[in-house]
């Protein structure tokens, strides 16, 4: 492992160690477990836009039809 140093404000680094206490665990474990979730997430959407973008390049894009039912999926 390396060692990482960086500024936050006194109330993160309060909140931190409260989580931290609470879950019985090191600074070093929440701030590892919310950079790895962070860097999953980050990388997940670049995919997702790389592979829309591409597709827009393509000129694949969904049918009014596909467009109508995602939205009634997700608005009822």
Known sequence: MSTLSFRT??????K???LASEKKR???FIINEALD??????EWQIAHI???TKQARKKQFA???EVSKA?????K
Do not use: I, V
Request: hydrophobic content about 30%.
């Open 9 to 14: 404000s006194e109330e993160t680094k309060r």
């Open 16 to 18: 931190l160690d409260m």
């Open 26 to 28: 090191d600074r070093s």
């Open 37 to 42: 979730y962070y860097l999953a997430l980050q």
């Open 50 to 52: 790389k592979e829309g």
């Open 63 to 65: 049918s009014d039809a």
């Open 71 to 75: 939205f009634d999926k997700w608005t």
